[in-house]
């Protein structure tokens, strides 16, 4: 579903192929032919006429120069993502790359006494809703690095004031020459959120409520809240879900704004049994949960840890190889937990709600006793000032908070558990998984390494008989003062018959 057209922007006239355009640097292009449309504006392939070449490597977008997407695009290009600037942000975070399409140039020309606005971009290859489209769902390792590689594209954007607001398949694309590297496109709903340093306040607008692509957009945007970085981390962890199962809870109703809003506000707030539950049989959308649960506990204007976010993609710390869209089963490299079996589900619910419990009351009691100190009459006079707006604000980022902590405890229990296993093989990398040696509880008796001590349900400890000896093995055995006390017992027994039995024998 595409984004809010406002009705007042047209799909400008096609201009004729061969035409050339000049740039604001003096560069002159020749259009190729047109290759594809937006939601406001065209795109064609583009020739540099000192360069003649078959096989165009850039793109031109068009559209009439009225029109806001194109220019917001251009703006957003011209303030946060120069050329210079990707390069020293690659050098400085030491990535391969960083997914964000090369900016060339643009400016002005008239066609049938209208004038357009274009911009010179480079070429990119298919997008991965066509790709989607084609195969269904794409293998777990590829959700989670392309995760990875998006939150690489979303700090260095929010670093540079902007959130992008419309992360989805259709906008991301892969290389043209390079079809392992993938791109977060079509700026022309970036938002600038905290222009100068200035974050923008937290505010509701019904007037603006439900703006962005229906299926993926954030609750923000669903209220009429400027977006923030958490929006941009919440679009991505829907598109995430959507790409490893398939569909979305809310998939059914996206001709109702207000049920979908619903839809979303129960999965979050439901985290994480809502996401584990929704995952395919035999699968687990453990990493998903953990993921949104960080994004949806952020405060408002809060800076998220990239970092940890990708460690929750990636736990193992495993390179990432090339993307594989391939439509074959898993392969078996790629081992992932099914973490419902952890336990009934019952139970994690019920353990869920104790600890909300407990953290509730320790908040209403800190709160209680807070209240006369002179830091809550301040509090209180800042309230006051700031106004009703950011109290709801506040509360909104201390009941997140709590949430966040309780899933946290409850994600590590589950995550500590001795059933699960989760290590991550991208595709066709060369690093072996990442098996975590240090924790006997991973192991069974089956899985024990002869250099490795298993422990019995006993509570003794067994050896490996074939490095030991059989008497330094029953040398380990261990016994409780009450089976001791028995075999002494008996065994006096035994030596007084015996000792009766040798006496009869010798007077006999």
Known sequence: MPPRRNEKYKLPVPLPEGKVLVDMEGKQWVLGKMIGAGGFGLIY?????NKPDKDARH????????????????????RAAKKECIKKWIEHKQLDYLGIPMFYGSG???????????????????????ISDQ??????STVLQLGIRMLDVLEYIHENEYVHGDIKAANL?????????????????????????????YQENPRKGHNGTMEFTSLDAHKGVALSRRSDLEILGYCL?????????????????VAVQAAKTNLLDELPESVLNWAPSGSSCYEIAQYLACAHNLAYDEKPDYQMLRKILNP?????????????????????????????????????NQMQNRLTEKSVHSERSAEPSATGRRVQKEEKRIGLLNKETAQESTRRRQKYCELQEFLNEVKSSPQKESFMQFPNSFYEPHQDFTRPDIF?????????????????????????????AISQFTLSEETKADVYHYGFIILLLLMLVGLALYFL
């Open 45 to 49: 392939l583009a020739f540099p006429t």
């Open 59 to 78: 793109v031109i977008k068009v559209e009439y120069q009225e029109n806001g997407p194109l220019f917001s695009e251009l703006k957003f290009y011209q």
């Open 108 to 130: 002005l020309t008239e066609f049938k006494e209208r004038s357009y606005r274009f911009m010179v971009m480079e070429r990119l290859g298919m997008d991965l809703q066509k």
């Open 135 to 140: 195969n269904g769902t794409f293998r777990k």
């Open 173 to 201: 694309l892969l290389g043209y020459k390079n079809p392992d590297q993938v791109y977060l496109a079509d700026y022309g709903l970036a938002y600038r959120y905290c222009p100068n340093g200035n974050h923008k306040q």
């Open 241 to 257: 879900l959507r790409w490893f199962c398939g569909k979305l809870p809310w998939e059914r109703s996206l001709q109702d704004p």
């Open 316 to 352: 193992g710390g495993i390179p990432l190889g090339p993307l594989d869209f391939s439509t074959k089963g898993e392969s078996a490299n790629v081992r992932t937990a099914d973490y419902r079996k952890v336990g009934s589900q019952k139970a994690a619910t019920k353990q869920v």
């Open 444 to 472: 069974n008796k089956s899985r024990c390494p002869s250099w490795y001590t298993c422990t019995s349900t006993a509570g003794m400890e067994v050896t490996d008989l074939s490095s030991t000896g059989f008497w330094s």
